[in-house]
């Protein structure tokens, strides 16, 4: 989902179904930018095929499509996924999108399919985080990327931000599912969050970044 929430105060969304009421909430909860950390490392990458995990209304799959991608773009919100496929419509861009509903807690995309698979932001307390990391680190193709970004957890965390310490992860504890001989260049560590992103979110928090090369 994209980083960038309009300023309105929601409701946590914490369980599958308050998701969905979540994005019933307004006709926009997110911004519709994309995250900051996909533009940083997916700006001077060579468009291919690319599965947004996590995919929300869909601001980075809209922002890979319009730079030549051709995105998978995965949430469990069919609320979500309708306004994202609206949104391409209006931008047509509607046929380099496959909006699929499906819950990343058990759906397993097709192996070595993507030359990039980004997750932005999946915090949950129901979900196999290690089963499910392994899933999208292995749709990597050869020579692909894998991009996964959360919320640092530690000291500091809270500012009344919705996700509990619980449901958070480390980029080292996405980085210890990737089998070494697998994977090269793989970078963990913890960058600013946009501050446009902090002051709309209200959470200032840092996030944790893995970014991974298969080869």
């Known amino acids: 989902m994209s980083e960038h929430q309009h300023g309105t105060t929601r409701q946590p969304a914490t369980t599958r179904d308050s998701y969905d009421e979540l994005y019933r909430s307004a006709p926009a ?14 700006t001077d990458l ?7 995990a996590g995919a929300g209304e869909g601001g980075d799959a809209l922002w890979l499509a319009s730079r030549g991608w051709r995105v998978t773009a995965v949430d469990f919100s069919p609320v979500a996924l309708e306004r994202g496929a609206a949104k391409a419509a209006e931008l047509r861009l509607a046929d380099r999108i496959d909006w699929r509903h499906e819950d990343l807690d058990t759906w397993a995309p097709p192996e ?15 979900t196999d985080r290690e089963a499910m990391f392994r899933r ?7 020579g692909g990327t894998l991009l996964v970004v959360g919320h640092q957890h530690g000291e500091g965390w809270g500012h009344g931000h919705a996700h509990e310490p619980g449901a958070l992860y480390s980029a080292d504890d996405v980085a210890a599912v990737l ?9 963990t560590e913890t960058r ?3 501050p446009d992103a902090a002051h709309r ?12 090369r298969r080869r």
């Open 201 to 212: 979110t209200g959470n200032p928090v840092p996030d944790t970044v893995l970014v991974a």
């Open 46 to 52: 060579p468009p291919g095929t690319a599965l947004d």
């Open 179 to 187: 089998d070494p001989a697998q994977w090269t260049d793989v970078v």
């Open 112 to 126: 070595a399919a993507f030359d990039l698979v980004t997750a932005h932001y999946l915090h949950s307390s129901w």
């Open 192 to 194: 600013d969050r946009d």
């Open 136 to 142: 999208l680190a292995a749709a990597v193709a050869p």
């Open 29 to 42: 909860v997110w911004t519709g930018r994309p995250n900051g950390q996909l533009v940083r490392e997916a």
